[in-house]
């Protein structure tokens, strides 16, 4: 069973930045698409970013030209650099393995995720 942990989140004002880490056991992020999604209270969660196994990037409207996912497949790590953070980036965040038919469907349970709060 694949595994996947979420940390570096944490409480930023606004404008400012914080990156967060996404580490896999095994093989996971050599050989897999990994995105980067967060919940809002009450709400479901949404999707933020995807990096390809061949680095193509991708991201949710509204963190284009604010967040960058890159990946370090020898340290089996996926990052999420967020810059020019807003009050409504405030959410948990979470990493997974998104099925290639459907990125919201996940191909791993969900872990714990990590609480970026900003403050205005």
């Known amino acids: 069973q694949g595994q996947l942990v979420e940390y570096g989140g944490g409480l930023v004002q606004a404008g400012g930045s914080l990156r967060l880490s996404c580490t896999a056991s095994g093989s996971i992020v050599s050989a897999n698409a990994i995105a980067w999604y967060r919940q809002f209270p009450g709400e479901q969660r949404e999707f933020v970013a995807r990096?390809?196994?061949?680095?193509?990037?991708s991201y949710a409207n509204s963190v284009i030209g604010r967040f960058t996912i890159s990946r370090d497949v020898a340290n089996k790590v996926v990052f999420l650099q967020m810059t020019s953070l807003k009050p409504e980036d405030t959410a948990v965040y979470y990493c997974?393995?998104?099925?290639?038919?459907?990125?919201?469907?996940?191909?791993?349970?969900w872990g714990q995720g990590t609480q970026v709060t900003v403050s205005s």
């Open positions: 990096i390809s196994r061949e680095y193509s990037e």
């Open positions: 997974n393995v998104p099925t290639s038919t459907d990125w919201m469907r996940p191909l791993y349970s």
